[in-house]
């Protein structure tokens, strides 16, 4: 796959798959009314939503550049992506789209988003376990299984892994 077709592919990806399940859901639930709420609980929130959004666009970058790839399975990457923010946690665009979720929730304090951000985050976690994580050790075998004994899938490292390159 040429870079001009990974990068397109992964912007079409980003907006048929995040862009509806952290943007179109969210508006129709709530239709981005915010609800009264204090000034600290909108700022955690929009700092969710901005932190969210700048994670989800480089680990789209990522796959795109360093992949040679776009994150939808019908187009996957030529290489294992391990860099960036990669190398803290292996499922970083996934957090990113909770935090975009959660986000909102707080910035237009509406209870719904919190109920809601469950789902998605059940589904991802389902199709890691079963079909992501099973597929990257299919194609990409000890350099996978290197980088998933060494990086948590949920929760950050504190410092970067700077294991080989796959």
């Known amino acids: 796959m040429t870079r001009a077709k ?10 048929a798959a995040p862009g509806v399940v952290a943007g179109l859901i969210p508006w129709w639930l709530t239709g981005w009314e915010m609800a009264p709420a204090w000034l600290v609980v909108r700022l955690v929130g929009a700092v969710l939503i901005i932190a969210g959004l700048a994670f989800l666009l480089h680990t789209f970058a990522r796959f795109a550049l360093e992949g040679g790839g776009t994150p939808a399975p019908v187009a996957p990457t030529q290489r294992l992506v391990v860099g960036g923010a990669y190398r803290y946690v292996r499922n970083p665009m996934y957090l990113a789209v909770e935090a975009i979720i959660l986000g909102q929730a707080l910035f ?30 299919e194609t990409y075998g000890a350099s996978y299984e290197a980088y998933r004994a060494a990086v948590p899938a949920w929760i950050p490292r504190l410092t970067p892994w700077n294991g080989a390159r796959a």
Do not use: D, N
């Not at 990068?7 to 907006?15: D, H, K, M, R």
């Not at 509406?110 to 469950?118: E, G, K, R």
């Open 108 to 137: 237009l304090w509406q209870p719904v988003l919190f109920v809601y951000a469950a789902i998605p985050f059940a589904a991802v976690v389902a199709f890691v376990r079963f079909y992501e994580e099973p597929t990257l050790l």
């Open 6 to 15: 990974a990068i397109a592919g992964s912007v079409a990806f980003l907006i």
